[in-house]
């Protein structure tokens, strides 16, 4: 059975909300998905088959706090992910300005960094236009799964 981790980074829960209610989409082609809620640089070694990032913004621009030790293992003691393939749901705010999505463009840019190849464009899901993240998030990864091809096994 192929596999999928999703990596979350959150503040008050709602990239958590999205990894959760995202996951039926994936099990429901044959996946083995396991929604990853403190990451750490262990959970790329072996790589899944497919990795999907659900991270917000806080402070400004910044990881929230699950994800801090993540992001700065990534950038410290950098893995080789050139077989990794992701794809990448960022939970923002644009009233934040300049800072909008700021986690999930930093971390999609330190991957790619690291060889690891996105599939499909980032997902942005602004929260001053989406007031249900998972609104935005299921026609996007329901249509994601859809251009990779993940088929019902
Ligand atoms: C203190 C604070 C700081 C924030 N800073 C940013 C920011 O710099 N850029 C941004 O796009 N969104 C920012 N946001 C908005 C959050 O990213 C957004 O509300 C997101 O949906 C929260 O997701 P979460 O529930 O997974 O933490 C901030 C929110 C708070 C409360």
Redesign the pocket.
């Given at each position: 059975m192929p596999s999928i981790k999703i990596f979350v980074g959150?503040?008050?829960?709602?990239?958590?909300d999205v990894a959760e209610q995202v996951a039926p989409l994936f099990e429901q082609v044959g996946y083995e998905v396991s929604i990853i809620e403190q990451p750490t640089l262990d959970d790329l070694d072996p790589l899944p088959d497919l990795a999907l990032f659900c991270v917000?913004?806080?402070?400004?621009?910044d990881f929230?706090g699950n994800f801090v030790p993540f992001a700065r293992d990534l950038r410290e003691s950098p893995p080789a992910l050139n077989q990794c393939r992701y794809g990448l749901i960022a939970?923002?705010?644009s009233s934040?300005g300049e800072?909008?999505?700021?986690a999930g463009r930093a971390l999609d840019a330190l991957l790619e960094d690291l060889g690891a190849q996105r599939l499909g464009e980032r997902l942005e899901i602004d929260?001053m236009e989406t007031f249900m993240?998972d609104d935005a998030a299921i026609p996007w990864v329901e249509s994601w799964i859809d251009e990779q091809g993940l088929q019902a096994t």
């Open positions: 959150t503040m008050y829960g709602g990239a958590l917000s913004t806080t402070g400004s621009g929230p939970l923002g705010d934040y800072t909008f999505c700021g929260a993240a």
